[in-house]
């Protein structure tokens, strides 16, 4: 051991027998030198309080272990000691969202930003909790908050694209994903968007657009990523997972197209059964026994839609 270990551990050591000796005001370490009574590694120094950041890194441990109680109680700690301390209120919000306690989460994150003006992931993370909430104009404001301190920041482009695309502003959403991303990762991001609302011609015209720019990733492995990844989507969207699902998609369309012809026919059958209306050449007898005409009982049943797998890894969209 150095000198200055030495020195630190036969402090502590001799703080532990100094603790139970009347004089302990003159400790002296191993090396023969004494202990000042202010020193901070004589244990018998106790802290007159323990501050704020001790108990939020105390629950953000018992968070990893899935005690949210725990960590919660300890995250409450901190704010009795500190109620503005922004780290402390940003772990309520973002344990509180964790939960799915919207209204809570954005509430915590309201103060700590009035604590922490600056901090730009936590305008981030606020504008989530809107979005959300269905509050999406005000979510994307806050977001904007955050893209104007960390100018340039990926991954605050793309959640406030998501924010848009969920508002139903998909061409805006491509427009943010542009600005703030290289050509081919905009594109694959947009495809994510379209492929988790299952619009999957719209994804695949996204990943096409990506690949286009294949040629670009041997010098950047942020497009090189991007294009891997679109083939993988790709490939799924063409394999037989993606096959059904675009037969569950289509589904619906000829749902309604039938339903349509149904009503249709059973009016025309329902007006030839009418008191005084006689059959003709163009217009047979309706069947009193058989009734109207009526499509099989099951045919109404829509097919449950199945979709290709979801991407695995999320981190970079």
Do not use: C
Not at 6 to 29: C, L, N, Q, R
Not at 47 to 60: C, K, L, R, T, Y
Not at 118 to 134: E, F, M, T, V
Not at 212 to 240: T, W
């Amino acid at each position: 051991m150095s000198s200055a270990v030495k020195s630190a551990y036969g402090k502590t050591t001799s703080s532990i027998a100094g603790i139970f000796s009347p004089k302990s005001e003159e400790m002296v370490d191993a090396m023969g030198q004494t202990i000042p009574a202010d020193d901070p590694l004589r244990l018998d120094n106790k802290p007159d309080s323990i501050g704020p950041e001790v108990f939020v890194a105390n629950g953000q441990l018992w968070e990893t272990t899935g005690d949210l109680d725990k960590a919660l109680e300890n995250y409450n700690k901190a704010l009795k000691a500190e109620p503005t301390n922004a780290p402390a209120l940003a772990s309520v919000a973002r344990l509180k969202f964790r939960q799915s306690l919207y209204k809570e989460a954005s509430d915590y994150f309201r103060q700590a930003v009035q604590s922490a003006p600056n901090d730009a992931s936590l305008y981030n993370d606020w504008g989530l909790a809107l979005s959300k909430l269905g509050e999406h104009e005000e979510a994307a404001k806050t977001i904007q908050k955050a893209l104007a301190i960390a100018p340039g920041t990926a991954r605050y482009a793309n959640v406030l694209a998501s924010v848009q695309f969920d508002a139903g502003q998909s061409d805006k959403a491509l427009e943010t994903l542009t600005q703030h991303n290289k050509p081919a990762v905009a594109h694959f991001n947009m495809a994510y968007l379209e492929f988790n609302q299952g619009n999957y011609d719209r994804a695949r015209l996204q990943l096409n657009k990506a690949l286009s720019f294949e040629d670009d990733a041997s010098d950047d492995s942020a497009v090189r990523r991007a294009i891997d990844r679109s083939k993988e989507l790709l490939a799924r969207l063409d394999g037989p997972a993606g096959q059904i699902a675009n037969v569950a998609q289509a589904a619906p369309q000829a749902y309604d197209a039938a339903k349509q012809l149904s009503q249709t026919v059973n009016q025309v059958m329902a007006t030839s059964q009418q008191p005084g209306a006689e059959p003709t050449a163009d217009q047979p007898a309706a069947n009193p026994v058989a009734g109207p005409f009526t499509l099989p009982p099951d045919f109404y049943k829509q097919p449950a839609a199945q979709t290709a797998q979801q991407p695995s890894d999320t981190s970079s969209r």
